[in-house]
């Protein structure tokens, strides 16, 4: 945990482990005072969670936490080398959405392509968006900005320029939240730990491994579309009330797309998405 600008261990005591399973990575607690002098910190109380992202455990039944406290979600893509992934953009934009957290998008590498296909396949989302070139230094200023004195998760694929970005943000933080994810073991099944990073501008980014595989499970069914901000301009207009929006007749939200409103990708996503859902066992099965 931190402490005054310091790194020190702390364990969970008294009624604290009997008011949450662990403390998590953003959890605000609150500190014995007679363990400040000691080794290990003693953690009387966790404070009241304003978001809790959360992860299923291997078997898919029952969740661990993974981050709290989180403000919000930046999604990096790159404009070009390697192309922009649509299916995946969207997916990260749904678990910010599940779990009640602003998004944004950030397009890198906008001196080799333009951001356009991106802020084409967003439209109509709202997200806001921004273009930025590491090397160039362009858009630098509005992403220090956006991360300043937030607690953020900042995530999207490999390649797309994440470690340069915050380079350019702060000399060796892109350096700094790499060693985090080699610590923690990205890219294995069983891993659950997140770690922050504190700024120097002020705020954390937070590194959770496997940030795609957060929240997404927990969505119900209907309550999927409300994850889509467009499809929630038609909200409450299908001529049936559990309409799935797959292929129910009198669907507003395929209308949408049949008018061109919601672009055919982002449909796509949707029905991806939703047959995953659908597939996946509940915690009484």
Known sequence: ????????????????????????????????PATLDTEVLGIDA?????????????????????????????????AATPEPIPQLIDRLLVVAEANGIAASVVVNKVDMASSGPVRQHLAGTGYPIFDTAAKAGTGIDALRTLLADHVSVFTGPSGAGKSSLLNALEPGLGLRVGEVSRKVGRGTHTTVTAEMVPLALGGFVVDTPGFSDVGVWDVELSGLAECFPE????????RFGDCLHRTEPGCAVRELVRSGAVGEVRY??????????????RDWE
């Open 1 to 32: 945990m931190l402490l005054d600008g310091r790194e020190r261990s702390a364990v969970l005591r008294g009624k604290a482990k009997r008011q949450v399973e662990r403390a998590v990575a953003g959890d605000r607690v609150r500190i014995d």
């Open 46 to 78: 966790v404070e009241e969670r304003t978001t809790l992202l959360a992860r299923r455990v291997p078997d898919g039944r029952g969740t661990r936490p993974v981050a709290a406290n989180v403000e919000q979600v930046v999604v990096v893509t790159a």
């Open 268 to 281: 796509a996503s949707y029905i991806a998405i939703l047959d995953e859902l659908q597939a996946m066992p």
């Open 231 to 238: 499809f929630r301009t038609v909200r409450g207009e299908c």
